[in-house]
């Protein structure tokens, strides 16, 4: 799916680089995240801080899409070793919308799965409680992941309940498949 260039040439990193210009580069893994307060938000970054060396060695660049300010995101980057990750700030979801991530329902925010998985996650795996606060984001926020390349949305993983967690190598291998295949 082609882009809109203007969307991305208008959307910048923390580092003051267009998404344009990155996707132009290399492709990137652009990774949404749903709030900071959120046990599943620490569970993603917790596993991409595990493979980053990895991402970037498969050719990819990772940009994490938040919806907090820089300073309070920084924090989070650092306590999971992520410091220096390119990112950016939506505070008003509109690269969110843009992607087609929604607003999540009873089901996919509060269901049986979301609660069970929450409290390993939370608790077992030490990713800790949820945490509601405004400056966080908005907690209703669904996150996505997706692959681009020159312009072009290449791979996507929706999220149909908060507590999915994609296989992110998996997800760039089979990327890195299909584009040597076509």
Request: glycine letters at 10%; charged letters at 25%.
């Amino acid at each position: 799916m082609q882009l809109d260039p203007e969307i991305l040439e208008a959307t910048f990193t923390n580092e003051g680089t267009d998404l344009k210009t990155l996707c132009e580069k290399q492709p990137v893994l652009l990774v949404f995240l749903r709030h900071f307060g959120c046990t599943f938000c620490r569970e993603a970054m917790a596993d991409i801080s595990k493979i980053k060396q990895d991402v970037i060695d498969l050719g990819l660049k990772p940009v994490f899409v938040h919806m907090s300010t820089d300073e309070i995101a920084e924090g989070y980057f650092e306590k999971y070793n992520l410091k220096g990750t390119a990112s950016i700030s939506d505070p008003d979801l509109s690269l969110y919308e843009y992607f087609g991530l929604t607003k999540g329902n009873f089901g996919q925010l509060y269901g049986l799965k979301i609660w069970i998985r929450g409290l390993k996650a939370a608790w077992v795996d030490g990713h800790g409680a949820p945490k509601l606060d405004k400056n966080f984001g908005d907690h209703n926020q669904m996150p996505g992941l997706f692959i681009l390349k020159n312009g072009k949305m290449k791979a996507q993983f929706i999220h149909k309940s908060a507590a999915d967690r994609p296989n992110y190598l998996g997800f760039i291998t089979n990327f890195l498949k299909k584009e040597s295949k076509g």
